[in-house]
């Protein structure tokens, strides 16, 4: 079994998990305002979920590294026409070409660890919280 395949057996349990507590606790209905900044940070999940997302966000953060990696990798390779990217103490590369890498490789992963940790939260929100419509908590 692979890290990977550990992992998703994780998510599926803390999942379920989350999902039982879910609805055992209920759920609170946050402000309409408040919505597009609570998408971004979870704020909108009750306590155990975003508890619960933790570990899941452990595990996309570290897939989302590699994945910037491999993307900076080709794109470096493309870029430089070399097999292998600058370490930044190597002396076979000038200071300009070190600092330009790790610019390219700095946005990248910024990029790409952004929108992993966006788009998890979505779909994490999808898959375990539906919050009550504010038209039938008033009631």
């Known amino acids: 079994m692979t890290i990977a395949d550990k992992a998703g057996?994780?998510?599926?349990?803390?999942n379920r998990k989350a999902a039982e507590l879910k609805d055992r606790a209920g759920s609170k209905v946050e402000p309409e305002h408040r919505q597009e900044t609570m998408e971004a940070t979870g704020?909108?999940?009750p306590g155990a979920l975003r508890l619960a997302y933790k570990p899941?966000?452990?595990?996309?953060?570290?897939?989302?590294?590699?994945?910037?990696?491999?993307?900076?990798d080709?794109?470096?390779?493309r870029l430089s026409n070399e097999d292998e990217t600058p370490e930044p103490l190597s002396p076979k590369y000038s200071t300009?070409?070190?600092?330009?890498?790790?610019t390219l490789q700095g946005a990248i992963?910024?990029?790409?660890?952004t929108a992993v940790n966006r788009?998890?939260?979505k779909v994490y929100r999808k898959a375990v919280f539906t919050p009550i419509p504010a038209s039938s908590a008033k009631r």
Request: glycine share 16%.
């Open 56 to 72: 899941v966000g452990v595990v996309s953060g570290l897939v989302g590294g590699l994945i910037a990696g491999q993307v900076f």
């Open 74 to 77: 080709l794109i470096w390779k």
């Open 96 to 102: 300009r070409e070190v600092l330009l890498a790790a």
């Open 43 to 45: 704020e909108d999940l």
């Open 109 to 113: 992963f910024g990029l790409i660890r």
């Open 9 to 14: 057996d994780i998510a599926n349990a803390l």
């Open 119 to 121: 788009y998890g939260m």
